[in-house]
Each structure stands twice: as structure tokens, then as C-alpha cells.
């Protein structure tokens, strides 16, 4: 069965400190991950999509990487804006049903 | 350019009514996905439509059921409702509904049912 595990489940961070969200998954056949970060009360906002083990992809502070049981969200030098929950998902080949993870929220205090 | 939109924001239901939730996608995007968030959980998938068809359907009763139109806006429907439902429903629209594809979601519709 396809899964998605998320890890932690919430994270206290100064602001400044820098850290890693990680996110292991299982699926037979990874067609895309895709990272999102949501806000409490609202929709899910679009942060990477990663297609292959090696791949990495930046914005901002943030940068996501992936291998072939797990992705990472690296956080450099978070500010209290970046508090929220991220949220990880994957989509196999076979089916178009995405899978999330229950996320992690993150919480920088200032 | 506008993004996913949803309708109503909020929604307050008692058990056995019935719901229907409204979805426009981004200009452009073929597909709408549907999903359900109950709290503290990830989104859960419910519906994938593509051109009018269904292409996914998640585990999810027969109670819900949804429909895509023309102009690919789409109504996702709930009927008996149960205290259960009571959740976060997210629209989430994408260019072609192929796997890999990006999708984009909307700010959801709270629904509550006492």
C-alpha cells in the first residue's frame, strides 16, 4: 500500500535556526513528490514538485531534495512567516490519486 | 490571473441534509481534483475529474458523488449527510490531469455538521 510518513510531527524552532523536515514515503512507482505549505484554515499552497532521486529545487529559504525512499525540506535561517504546516504528497504511475502525509507543523519563534 | 476559487466559504449542515460544493479551476486547467481534510490529518483524495469524465475515485461512500462541466468548473455533492463529514473540502484544479501534474488548490469550504 502506497504511505506517506512524516517526520516531525510538529517542530519549535528559533528564528534563524536552521533545519530539516523529512517526509519517507513507499509507492511503486514514483511518478511526482510535491510539497505544499498550508496556513491554519486554508487551502494548501504550491511549493515543489521533484520527479527524480538527486533532484533538488530551491525557493527563497527553502530548499527540497529527494531520494529514493524520502524527500527533505531544508529550512535556512527560518523567519516567524515561515510558520505553518508542510505538507508532503506523492503520486505513483499507475493511478492519479495523490497521497499526502499529515504534515509537520512548524513553528518559529522570533 | 485568478486561482482555484471555492464556494460557500463556510457551511453549517445538520445530519441527513444534503451539500453541494462548488469548484472553478485556474483559467486554463482541465482537470479538478477533490479532496477532504478533517483536522489534523493530510487532504484525503475524494474525485478526479478530467474533461467532464471521472478519471480517480478515492475510498469515499456512495453518498458522494461529483460532476464537471463544460466550462470545467465542478460541484462535488454529499447527501445524507453524517457528523463525520464535518471537514475541510478542497478543490484542487491542474493543466491535464496527467500523473505528475501540479495541482493548484483553492481555500476550501469549511463544512460542519451538527
Known amino acids: 500500500e502506497d504511505q506517506v510518513t512524516q517526520s516531525p510531527e510538529a517542530l519549535r524552532l528559533q528564528e534563524g535556526e536552521s533545519s530539516s523536515l523529512n517526509c519517507s514515503y513507499t509507492?511503486?512507482?514514483?511518478?511526482?513528490l510535491f510539497w505544499y505549505r498550508q496556513d491554519p484554515g486554508k487551502g494548501p499552497e504550491f511549493l515543489f514538485t521533484?520527479?527524480?532521486a538527486g533532484e533538488e529545487k530551491e525557493k527563497e529559504r527553502l530548499k527540497a531534495t529527494l531520494t529514493k525512499k524520502e524527500s527533505f525540506l531544508h529550512i535556512t535561517a527560518p523567519k516567524p512567516e515561515d510558520s505553518a504546516t508542510y505538507l508532503c504528497?506523492?503520486?505513483?504511475?499507475?493511478?492519479?490519486?495523490?497521497?499526502f502525509g499529515k504534515g509537520t507543523r512548524l513553528h518559529i519563534l522570533p | 490571473d485568478a486561482g482555484v476559487t471555492q464556494s460557500p466559504t463556510h457551511l453549517i449542515k445538520t445530519r441527513g441534509q444534503h451539500v453541494t460544493l462548488r469548484c472553478s479551476p485556474i483559467?486554463?486547467?482541465?482537470?479538478v481534483s477533490w479532496y477532504q481534510q478533517v483536522l489534523g490529518q493530510g487532504p484525503q483524495f475524494i474525485f478526479q475529474?478530467?474533461?467532464?469524465?471521472?478519471?480517480g475515485r478515492g475510498n469515499f461512500p456512495d453518498r458522494f458523488s461529483a460532476r464537471q462541466f463544460p466550462n470545467y468548473s465542478s460541484e462535488l455533492n454529499v447527501n445524507a449527510l453524517l457528523l463525520g463529514d464535518s471537514a475541510l473540502y478542497l478543490c484542487?484544479?491542474?493543466?491535464?490531469?496527467?500523473?505528475?501534474?501540479?495541482?493548484?488548490f483553492g481555500p476550501g469550504t469549511r463544512l460542519t455538521v451538527l
Open positions: 521533484l520527479y527524480s
Open positions: 483559467s486554463g486547467h482541465k482537470s
Open positions: 504528497a506523492v503520486q505513483a504511475y499507475r493511478d492519479d490519486k495523490i497521497i
Open positions: 475529474y478530467y474533461e467532464k469524465e471521472e478519471r
Open positions: 509507492v511503486s512507482g514514483l511518478r511526482g
Open positions: 484542487a484544479s491542474s493543466l491535464a490531469g496527467v500523473a505528475g501534474d501540479t495541482q493548484y
